[in-house]
């Protein structure tokens, strides 16, 4: 399976091929119509009230995507939580789960807000960096987020709820949709497997707030132009920033000075490593190489031995990131870079939003 993304992460972004890529595409197109027909179809039966949409008994903020693959949503929906507990509500964060082991229990409390209560292997790798870093929010993962959102009503001390990548979760009703857009989608703006794109673009519709990672204004014209589309909707550009360097071997964190002039031998598994890697160049590192491996990817032991080795073949030390971090064993030789939010535009009247949909 990690094999197959990489190589249909290449074909989808190769501009120019050779003929068997281009009877590829085509085929891959033939699948996309199809698949856009089974997405319209169950947006149009959630909008006519064909599929029944459930209304909690408690605010619910979602936080998600059209596309595949990293755009931000995770970091933003800390983000959101921390903005919710600065204003005096008791949020918890309710996530599918990505690539954890399925069990006998759907549901996982992965953290109560007090202690962690599961493995990443259960809770899977973006549910427990959000435990790791919200330290006082619980997070459950749940293939029916409603039924999650309502466990954690009943059972932990919260009143109201952040969905992690729910915005294809239609089965329950939001109080506000915050939908992340990711650069890439410029360039393979097709439905899957075509492309990235979960549904159409102008399900943006159903959104309340777009945040467009590392967007402009000449972005924005670029998106509505490519697809036809013109966003009316609130629009808000942000970035990431460097927080600081965490040391695995003793869970220090330290400056990010400490990157200046180092030979850095960087290893990720994301959607979109170059963004990480273009970060560690900004930060004054000395790029030696990069390892780059599927999104959510598990490192096994010869992995993990074949980074040690080379990192002390090139006299560079590993880094790596917070998503990736979760999913190494105690002590590791790594750097973690630690990120946060950089708002460029928006941040106000996206809090404003946030907030307005708590107290109604």
């Known amino acids: 399976m990690d094999?197959?993304?990489?190589?249909?992460?290449?074909?989808?972004?190769?501009?120019?091929g050779n003929l068997w890529e281009f009877l590829e595409k085509l085929f891959l197109n033939i699948i996309s119509?199809?698949?856009?027909?089974?997405?319209?179809?169950?947006?149009?039966?959630?909008?006519?009230?064909?599929?029944?949409?459930?209304?909690?008994?408690?605010?619910?903020?979602?936080?998600?995507?059209?596309?595949l693959g990293g755009?931000?949503?995770?970091?933003?929906?800390?983000?959101?939580?921390?903005i919710l507990k600065e204003n005096k509500r008791k949020p918890c964060v309710v996530s599918r789960g990505y690539r954890r082991q399925s069990s006998k229990c759907d549901i996982k409390i992965v953290s109560n807000g007090k202690e962690i209560l599961a493995n990443v292997e259960e809770a899977g790798d973006e549910p427990m960096l959000m435990a790791k870093k919200l330290k006082d929010v619980p997070i459950i993962v749940?293939?029916?987020?409603?039924?999650?959102?309502?466990?954690?009503?009943?059972?932990?001390?919260?009143?109201?709820?952040?969905?992690?990548?729910?915005?294809?979760?239609?089965?329950l009703d939001r109080d506000l949709d915050i939908i992340c857009l990711e650069p890439s989608l410029l360039e393979a703006?097709?439905?899957?497997?075509?492309?990235?794109?979960?549904?159409?673009?102008?399900?943006?519709?159903?959104a309340d707030f777009i945040a467009i990672k590392d967007g402009n204004e000449k972005m924005v014209e670029d998106f509505e132009k490519i697809f036809s589309y013109k966003m009316?909707?609130?629009?808000?550009?942000?970035?990431?920033?460097?927080?600081g360097l965490k040391n695995l071997k003793n869970n220090e964190t330290i400056s990010i000075e400490f990157l200046k002039n180092k030979n850095v031998l960087s290893f990720s598994g994301l959607a979109n490593p170059q963004n990480f890697e273009n970060q560690l160049?900004?930060?004054?590192?000395?790029?030696?190489?990069?390892?780059?491996?599927?999104?959510?990817?598990?490192?096994?032991?010869?992995?993990?031995?074949?980074?040690?080795?080379?990192?002390?073949?090139w006299k560079a030390i590993l880094v790596t990131t917070e998503k990736d971090s979760v999913k190494l064993p105690l002590k590791f030789?790594?750097?973690?870079?630690?990120?946060?939010?950089?708002?460029?535009?928006?941040?106000?009247?996206?809090?404003?939003m946030i907030l307005k949909s708590i107290h109604e």
């Open 3 to 16: 094999n197959f993304e990489i190589y249909w992460r290449k074909l989808v972004l190769s501009k120019n």
């Open 33 to 67: 119509y199809f698949y856009g027909l089974v997405i319209n179809l169950r947006n149009v039966a959630y909008d006519c009230g064909w599929f029944k949409i459930q209304k909690a008994s408690f605010p619910v903020i979602s936080i998600g995507n059209i596309s």
């Open 71 to 82: 755009s931000g949503k995770t970091t933003l929906a800390m983000w959101c939580a921390q």
């Open 142 to 171: 749940a293939r029916d987020r409603r039924l999650g959102a309502q466990i954690a009503l009943t059972q932990l001390e919260v009143n109201c709820a952040i969905l992690d990548d729910g915005f294809q979760h239609r089965k």
């Open 189 to 206: 703006p097709y439905l899957f497997p075509r492309g990235p794109l979960r549904e159409k673009f102008s399900s943006l519709d159903r």
């Open 232 to 243: 009316i909707t609130p629009i808000g550009f942000f970035s990431y920033k460097n927080s």
């Open 281 to 313: 160049q900004r930060c004054g590192a000395n790029l030696v190489g990069t390892e780059r491996f599927p999104d959510h990817h598990t490192y096994k032991d010869k992995e993990l031995n074949f980074l040690k080795e080379k990192s002390e073949k």
């Open 333 to 352: 030789p790594a750097y973690v870079l630690e990120i946060e939010i950089d708002w460029k535009k928006g941040k106000e009247k996206l809090v404003e």
